[in-house]
């Protein structure tokens, strides 16, 4: 397999990787992607986009929201079937386990978002742009890749 990674990605994350996914025989070539930051070159409607932890796709969410809405946007209208895999670790394994995440940014402002709340727009976001959400740890996140790709 040979899998596509989008040069934009973080240099130390795409070092961090492409290290993983050599490991398990698997080829990379950096290039721009249209949507997201990775892409088996076999099935190019099949796209992940990575995020480091769920404060991330917090961030996504409510502060860069324009941003992140018009690459969802992009993806379904090119009929690109975008998965999200985040790197949160062992305690958060399925979108269901967010809504039970205590975000340690609550202790600093009481106007950040909870998992409760997360969960609601991560919900609506996989309904309303057919988005998948997937979880893994940052020592699993190559063959988790790898496996997304070509399951």
Known sequence: MTIQIDSRE??????????QLAALGCKTIVSKLYVGDYQSLDNPRLVIDRKKDLQEIC??????HERFQREL??????EIKLIILIEHGD??????????WDNPRLLQSP???NGK????????IRDRYNVR??????????RKIMELLDG
């Open 10 to 19: 973080h240099k130390w994350e795409l070092a961090r990787i492409q290290r």
């Open 59 to 64: 961030g996504n969410v409510a502060q860069q």
């Open 73 to 78: 946007v992009r993806a379904k209208e090119a």
């Open 91 to 100: 305690d958060i394994r399925t979108l269901e386990d967010v809504y039970f």
């Open 111 to 113: 106007k950040a978002i």
């Open 117 to 124: 709340s997360l969960y609601r727009s991560l919900c609506t």
């Open 133 to 142: 959400f997937e979880f893994c740890s940052k020592h699993d996140t190559g």
